[in-house]
């Protein structure tokens, strides 16, 4: 059995800024995102407190989006209110 491990940068969504990121908390591939989902996984990022980095609403999306294998921008409405939702509990 081969089992392939796809790249976070396969994905969309996560360029290499965010995949740098990502490698930092240890979400090295697209089925440990997935697993962690998009809210733990913006939690964790937020917890390494880099002073370059500003963490936005659009992170967020974009890390849901990579897990649906979507553009950010496609995501439901449904689904945007929720994050942005959990995004203001947890800033």
């Known amino acids: 059995m081969n089992l392939v491990i796809e790249r976070l940068t396969d994905l969309p969504n996560i360029g290499k800024v965010l995949n740098e990121q990502l490698s930092k908390i240890d979400v090295t591939d697209a089925a440990t995102l997935k697993k962690l989902g998009s809210q733990q996984t913006f ?8 002073p370059d980095r500003f963490y936005c609403i659009q992170m967020l999306y974009s890390l849901e989006g990579a897990i649906q294998g979507v553009s950010y921008t496609k995501l439901s409405s449904e689904r945007k209110i929720e994050l942005l939702n959990f995004f203001r509990k947890n800033n």
């Open 43 to 50: 939690l964790k990022l937020k917890s390494l407190k880099a």
